[in-house]
């Protein structure tokens, strides 16, 4: 599939996902198949761009083209200054956050929140595709279905992004009232998809290669993004590569296997964050590795006492040799 101008090698996406998302695991998923990836939302106040945070955020050393960038603000103005700059900073696609439920960005009216301010909506696109397109730079857009259950107006927004520009968009089955609870619905998005021409993509609840067969038959959608079902598995995206186009279901790596990728993983992850972060940032990582294995609980207790990178990676490598020499 295309945004824009841009041929993806299929159309399987990372989603962005804070704290999640950054460049080494978008490297890493899109190693083990994924077609695109979303960064992690970036600020659109010009005073937080000089944060080490948001620096990180707008590094894309060594990332596999096209370079998506997620924005989030509700200022029209200020969204379109932040797109140049992350637009000078690398960025080839800019992506449009409708959709984060979080408090503290639905608090300044931002996220999800902007659903309730279609009017507010158009002011942004219109500001943001004003100065990507002289670039062609693509715009892209990820919602919700709506604020909740009684304002279902994805459909409205998505015809609207269209009308404006928008090269793509993404819809979480859940309105912003849901946060993450319940179970994603997958009929606003088959209608949305049977009322625009731009790529629909649909998000939420995809954890399996038979799950997102599913949705791509069901909604008719030109792709899939996948978000908390990548955390400590980023090989699904190869296994519903895999499936979706050879109806094939290939086999869950092995210890071996997940071990080569989890400390290939931490050398980057150190290397992107340093000492003191990295050591802490990756214990998230790997406990959401070594999850589904009950022999590793004890281990995953033990590793969030280890301060330094050295001996985190040692006691990782030491704790998968026992497993694959058993």
Request: aromatic content about 8%; charged content about 25%.
């Amino acid at each position: 599939m295309k945004i824009g101008h841009w041929e993806l090698s299929n159309n399987i996406f990372v989603a962005p996902m804070a704290g999640v998302t950054d460049r080494p695991f978008r490297r890493l998923c899109k190693k083990l198949g994924a077609g695109y990836a979303v960064s992690e939302m970036a600020a659109s106040n010009p005073k937080l761009w000089d944060s080490i945070k948001t620096s990180r955020r707008l590094d894309h050393k060594g990332e596999v083209e096209p370079i998506c960038v997620q924005l989030i603000g509700a200022d029209p103005k200020m969204m379109a200054q932040a797109a140049i700059f992350n637009i000078s900073k690398g960025a080839q696609i800019i992506d449009i956050n409708l959709g984060c439920p979080a408090k503290k960005v639905c608090n300044v009216a931002c996220g999800s929140a902007l659903m309730r301010d279609v009017m507010r909506i158009e002011e942004i696109l219109k500001s943001v595709i004003n100065v990507c397109k002289p670039l062609d730079i693509p715009v892209t857009v990820k919602t919700r279905t709506g604020w909740d259950a009684d304002n279902l107006n994805a459909l409205e927004i998505a015809m609207l992004s269209e009308s404006l520009g928008v090269s793509a968009i993404t819809i979480h089955g859940r309105t912003r009232a849901q946060l993450y609870t319940g179970e994603a619905e997958y009929e606003t998005v088959k209608k949305i998809k049977e009322n625009i021409s731009i790529p629909v993509i649909a998000n939420g609840d995809i954890d399996s290669p038979i799950k997102a067969k599913y949705v791509l038959d069901y909604t008719g959608a030109d792709g899939i993004m996948i978000g908390r079902a990548a955390q400590g598995n980023p090989w699904i995206f190869n296994e519903i590569y895999h499936f979706v186009n050879y109806h094939k279901i290939i086999p869950q790596p092995t210890f071996s296997q997940m071990q080569e990728v989890i400390l290939e993983h931490l050398e980057e992850h150190y290397e992107f964050y340093g000492e003191t972060t990295g050591v802490r940032t990756a214990r998230k990582h790997l406990s959401w590795y070594l999850a589904p294995f009950t022999q590793a609980r004890e281990f995953v207790k033990s590793l969030l006492l280890i301060e330094d990178t050295k001996s985190q990676f040692k006691a990782v490598d030491q704790w998968f040799n026992k497993q694959i020499n058993k």
